[in-house]
C-alpha cells in the first residue's frame, strides 16, 4: 500500500491546498494522512509552540510504513532542508510555494542557503519554471516540479445576464500587487461592470469598491462562484492558488502572460494579457473573459485536473521505496 503523510504547518492557510493535494494523491492510488498545524496567526500560540509542533510531526513520520512525507510550506525556509533530513529522513520532500517571499520570512538568507547547499538536496517541490529558477540559483539544483494541484473540477455554465458583470479581485493586499493597473482597468471598462476587491489590508483604489477584510473560506468560495471574471493583478509571482480555485469552478480569470498563468491556461489564451499591455488590452481581455472565457476555462481546467494526476502519479512511483506496491 502507497501511504504519503502530508504535514500542513498552514492548517487555516492552506487548507484549500491541503485539499487540493489529498485529492490529486489519491486520484493516483495513494493512502493520504494528513498532519496539520494552525499557524500561530489561527491558533492564538505562538510562534515556538507552532515551529515544535511542526518538528514533533516530522520526527513523528519516521515511525510507521511511510512510502512519502510530504511538507506542504516550508516554516523555516530553506533551513527545512536539514530539518526535513535529519528529524524525517530522506522521505521527505518540501513544496517551495514562494522560493524567494514576497513578505519578509524566516530561512531564506544567506546563512540559510549556504547550509541547505551543504547537504544538497534534491527533494524539493515546485509548481512553476520560475519557481525551478529561483531554487536553482538559491541553492544551485532543480526541483521536481510538478502541476499545482487541483481539485475534481465542478464546473458551472452560469451567466449571470440579468445585472452588470462583476469583475473581482481575491485575496490579502500585498506589494506585488499592482494598483495603478487597476485604477488603468477601471478606467478602461468605463462603468459596465461592477468592480470589487476583496481581502485584509487592501487601501483605496480608484474605480473599485473594496472590502479590505478578512475573508472566510466559505466567504472566498462564493466570491469566486458569483464572479463573472477574477483578475490577477501581480507584478511578480510564482503561482496563484487564486487562479487554480478558478479554474476549479470554471470562473474565468484574466492576468499577465508570461507566468505560471501560461501553465494553466495555455500560452496562447484570450484570457492572458501581456504585462506591459495597454489599460485597453486589459479591458479586451476582461470583456473577452465575461462573453466568451467560460468555455475555455472549462477546457483548460479539465486538461490541469488530467495533467495533475498523471504528473503527481508518475513522480509517486519514481519516489516509492524499493519494493512498495
Not at 510550506?73 to 522521505?91: Q, S
Not at 509548481?127 to 516540479?145: F, I, K, M, Y
Not at 502541476?147 to 465542478?154: G, R
Request: hydrophobic share 45%; net charge positive.
Amino acid at each position: 500500500m502507497v501511504t504519503v503523510v502530508l504535514i500542513n504547518p498552514l492548517g487555516a492557510a492552506l487548507s484549500h491546498y491541503e485539499q487540493e493535494a489529498v485529492d490529486v494523491l489519491n486520484a493516483c492510488g495513494a493512502t493520504t494522512v494528513v498532519r496539520s498545524i494552525l499557524e500561530p496567526s489561527a491558533s492564538g500560540t505562538g510562534r515556538i509552540r507552532w515551529l515544535t509542533a511542526y518538528l514533533r510531526e516530522l520526527l513523528r513520520t519516521r515511525r510507521g510504513a511511510v512510502s512519502a512525507v510530504v511538507i506542504l510550506w516550508p516554516p523555516i525556509g530553506y533551513l527545512d532542508v536539514i530539518a526535513a533530513m535529519v528529524l524525517g529522513g530522506r522521505r521527505c520532500w518540501i513544496v517551495m510555494h514562494d522560493p524567494v517571499p514576497l513578505v519578509a520570512a524566516v530561512g531564506f538568507g544567506s546563512a540559510a542557503r549556504r547550509c541547505a547547499r551543504i547537504i544538497r538536496p534534491n527533494r524539493l517541490v515546485t509548481h512553476s519554471a520560475a519557481a525551478d529558477h529561483a531554487v536553482e540559483s538559491a541553492l544551485g539544483h532543480r526541483t521536481a516540479r510538478l502541476p499545482h494541484p487541483l481539485l475534481s473540477v465542478c464546473l458551472s455554465n452560469r451567466r449571470h445576464a440579468t445585472r452588470l458583470p462583476v469583475v473581482r479581485v481575491l485575496g490579502q493586499y500585498k506589494n506585488d500587487r499592482d494598483l495603478l493597473l487597476l485604477n488603468n482597468i477601471a478606467s478602461a471598462l468605463g462603468g459596465e461592470t461592477t468592480l470589487e476587491i476583496l481581502g485584509r489590508g487592501w487601501p483605496a483604489v480608484a474605480g473599485w469598491s473594496v472590502h479590505s477584510e478578512f475573508v472566510s473560506e466559505d466567504a472566498f468560495g462564493h466570491a469566486i462562484e458569483t464572479a463573472d471574471v477574477v483578475v490577477i493583478p501581480y507584478k511578480r509571482f510564482f503561482q496563484s492558488g487564486v487562479a487554480v480555485r478558478c479554474l476549479e469552478r470554471g470562473t474565468p480569470v484574466v492576468g499577465p502572460a508570461g507566468t505560471s498563468l501560461d501553465d494553466l491556461l495555455g500560452a496562447n489564451s484570450g484570457l492572458l494579457v501581456h504585462p506591459s499591455a495597454s489599460p485597453a488590452a486589459w479591458a479586451a481581455a476582461i470583456e473577452y473573459a465575461i462573453e466568451q472565457g467560460r468555455p475555455e476555462m472549462h477546457r483548460a481546467a479539465l486538461a490541469a485536473r488530467a495533467a495533475a494526476v498523471d504528473e503527481w502519479g508518475k513522480w509517486l512511483r519514481i519516489v516509492l521505496p524499493a519494493g512498495t506496491s
